[in-house]
């Protein structure tokens, strides 16, 4: 026991050692400064500013950035949309794979330019190589260079005084992918392949079985059957089976992986390459990829913290920001991993499941890679859905009911615990908005952060995006639930078929991505309303953010005096915790106590 709560705390050190010298840097980077990689880099920014016509010193109102971060999301969505839907006519398709439908095209579009990546299909069997790199793969950079730009624009409205510019979205948008995504991913794809993560341009190959196995009519597998190739006859207890299919040649997916998994994960994104994600064994072989995909799930949303501290010259206040989300992240991770080690009765009744620790990983290893073990099994699963990234190791269906419900509420709670990259920071950020004037109106002092008050405007706008997240999933949720046709969908009855479909809203709802794995969301109203989800959950907040900004650059700094409240101390960290917990928590509760709390107490 003692090794693995080791271990775990050898994974949160070394994503903070790595994500305070990544701060400094992304710092530097998004002010103009210079860096270690400027003579490199600098040219090529200077590069697409003059073929793109960009005006680096251009200083938009919050309006001007808003209407350049929409239009921006709004060609990229079009243009993945007929990608997907022509891809069956155009190169780059080996497979030969066709167009596809238009349901899944606008539900994959919408999930990729939303930062999402929630996937309702498999992408090795549905997508062509080209879509995958130029559709997938671009959204995966721009989407989450899209959140950056926007949490420094709100950095700026802070920091600036009596101003009326954000600065231009299209500088933050190139430097955050020249300066930031690029080589930090170049760096990461190499040791992925280096680590064994496939990454070529060859066809799928077929190879042959070491043994041939048997499958039924409905391509299960069938157990202890005797099969002889030669003869074609499959036999099982002296019987024969003459609906048996003998399966000797497995499929075996190629492709550019790496390039995608490395973007995929330290741009929040979440998307596999392969259906089942990072828990095949191309996209994540062994501990080495997973520690390093892991890792890279957290390193920027923990960077921009410390990015955020010394931007506005307050080193205290991204640390106090950081410690929030570090103590939501512990003890959603201490909960997982503790659900899982002690499993469930049912597991352990009659000794018929040895969930033991004595040389082995004991505890409920279903749904787990035997490869990976509960520790890191339980701490992807926190570090994904607190990272609105959406990959995964492990079937989260297959989890405890509270371990499933803490991978739920994270994502609930608006992904504020770290976050996507940029989103995760400044929804953090309104969240500190509202802490502030509501412990303001507590004790009669004018609401104040960072040396700007806290006025109706900004409060009006801090709830929108608070409650962004709780309204597009409890009101997607709620109409699906109403449908009859959403039962056809559920892998589970009951409360775990609920808890399956309150996860996928949630999931888009928190532009996260992943999916309980027994959910079929692959129908025309679930990819209809999921990418409405998506897109209310991503742009309202960003909206609402940027108004803010724009509110604030306009105002003059306030000197701090004795009446000031303290927004840096243990106990603002605890109210803003608190905060995000009532907003986020309780707006979920009922439906919690109907799902996985409710199959909790019924395994008692």
């Not at 410390?306 to 410690?323: E, L, P, R, V």
């Not at 989300?325 to 201490?334: P, T």
């Not at 787990?368 to 570090?383: C, D, V």
Request: proline letters at 3%; aromatic letters at 8%.
């Amino acid at each position: 026991m003692i090794g693995t709560i080791i271990q775990y705390a050898i994974y949160l050190v070394i994503l903070v050692i790595l994500a305070i010298p990544l701060g400094a840097y992304i710092k530097k980077a998004m002010n103009g400064e210079k860096t270690f990689l400027s003579r490199v880099l600098i040219p090529c920014e200077k590069l697409v500013y003059k073929v793109m016509h960009v005006n680096e010193h251009e200083e938009m109102s919050w309006k001007k950035y808003t209407v350049s971060v929409l239009i921006f999301s709004a060609v990229g969505l079009i243009f993945l949309f007929g990608l997907q839907m022509l891809q069956g006519v155009l190169m780059g398709n080996p497979q030969g794979l066709s167009g596809v439908k238009w349901d899944l095209s606008f539900n994959t579009a919408v999930s990729f330019v939303t930062n999402t990546n929630w996937q309702a299909y498999s992408g090795e069997s549905t997508l062509s190589y080209l879509t995958q790199a130029i559709g997938l793969t671009v959204q995966n950079f721009v989407s989450a260079a899209t959140g950056i730009a926007v949490l420094f624009a709100l950095i700026r409205g802070f920091m600036k005084v009596k101003s009326k510019g954000l600065g231009s979205f299209w500088v933050d948008l190139t430097r955050s992918i020249i300066h930031i995504l690029i080589p930090l991913n170049l760096v990461i794809a190499i040791l992925l392949v280096a680590g064994g993560v496939i990454q070529n341009l060859s066809p799928a190959q077929s190879v042959s079985l070491v043994e041939p196995i048997a499958v039924n009519s409905e391509g299960q597998i069938i157990e202890n059957a005797k099969i002889d190739v030669v003869a074609k006859t499959v036999m099982v207890d002296g019987q024969k089976i003459s609906s048996a299919k003998i399966i000797t040649q497995q499929f075996v997916p190629m492709g550019p992986a790496a390039s995608q998994v490395a973007i995929k994960q330290t741009g929040t994104n979440g998307g596999g390459y392969m259906g089942v994600n990072s828990a095949h064994p191309l996209e994540n072989p062994n501990a080495f990829t997973n520690l390093l995909e892991m890792i890279s799930l957290l390193l920027i949303p923990v960077a921009l913290c410390f990015t955020f501290g010394t931007m506005i010259k307050n080193k205290k206040q991204g640390i106090a920001i950081f410690s929030a989300m570090a103590i939501c992240l512990v003890i959603a991770l201490g909960t997982i991993a503790v659900s899982e080690q002690y499993a469930t009765p049912q597991l352990a009744q009659g000794g018929n499941v040895d969930i033991s620790m004595v040389d082995q990983s004991g505890g409920n290893m279903e749904g787990k890679e035997s490869r990976f073990g509960i520790a890191t099994s339980s701490t992807w699963a926190a570090y994904t859905t607190a990272a609105s990234n959406g990959s995964v190791n492990s079937m989260h269906d297959s989890y405890t009911p509270i371990g499933g419900m803490v991978t739920m509420l994270q994502m609930q709670l608006g992904e504020v615990i770290f976050g996507g990259v940029g989103c995760g920071l400044y929804g953090m950020l309104a969240f500190a908005i509202l802490t502030v004037f509501i412990a303001g109106l507590m004790v009669g002092r004018t609401p104040e952060f960072l040396g700007k008050k806290i006025e109706p405007y900004e409060m009006k706008w801090a709830v929108v995006v608070c409650l962004a997240t709780p309204v597009a999933i409890l009101v997607g949720s709620g109409i699906a639930a109403a449908l009859p046709s959403t039962a056809d969908s559920l892998n589970n009855g009951g409360a775990h078929g609920l808890s399956e479909m309150l996860y996928a809203y949630s999931s888009c709802g928190g532009n996260n991505g992943s999916a309980f794995a027994g959910f079929n969301a692959n129908t025309v109203f679930l990819n209809l309303s999921l990418g409405l989800v998506m897109l209310f959950a991503r742009f309202v907040p960003i909206v609402g953010i940027l108004a803010i900004a724009g509110n604030l650059v306009g105002k003059k700094k306030i000197a701090v005096t004795a009446g000031t409240l303290s927004t840096t101390n243990a106990m603002f960290v605890f109210l803003l915790i608190f905060i995000v917990l009532l907003v986020g928590a309780l707006s979920f509760f009922p439906a919690l106590a109907l799902g996985p709390l409710a199959e909790f107490f019924s395994m008692l």
